[in-house]
Nanobody, 119 residues
Framework: QVQLVESGGGLVQAGDSLRLSCAVS????????MGWFRQAPGKEREFVAA????????RYADSVKGRFTISRDNARDTVYLQMNSLKPEDTAVYYC????????????WGQGTQVTVSS
């Protein structure tokens, strides 16, 4: 069983930055592609960003391109989401996910971390 634990969420003002982290419990972390999703109140979960096994390929939702950066540290079994120039519409619960293949097919999910951006 793979466990994913997100951290780094919080309450910030518009224009601020946050970095989310997702620690993965398995030493085979480098065998998984990783992604970030988010779900705002009353809305469906949506894709935010993805990164392949080595970090050589990334994908982003149009809404976050140029503001968010996904990265991974395979030595620390951790994936990150650096979020800059945050907007109130970025408010959501952020989830990380682990999967296989590219494009990714996600099979493991974390419990989520709340990000709230005030105007």
């Amino acid at each position: 069983q793979v466990q994913l634990v997100e951290s780094g969420g919080g309450l910030v003002q518009a224009g601020d930055s946050l970095r989310l982290s997702c620690a993965v419990s398995r030493r085979t972390f480098s065998s998984y592609v990783m992604g970030w999703f988010r779900q705002a109140p009353g809305k469906e979960r949506e894709f935010v960003a993805a990164i392949d096994w080595s970090g050589g390929r990334t994908r982003y939702a149009d809404s976050v391109k140029g503001r968010f950066t996904i990265s991974r540290d395979n030595a620390r079994d951790t994936v990150y989401l650096q979020m800059n120039s945050l907007k109130p519409e970025d408010t959501a619960v952020y989830y990380c996910a682990a999967g296989r293949n590219w494009p990714p097919e996600y099979v493991y999910w974390g419990q989520g971390t709340q990000v709230t951006v005030s105007s």
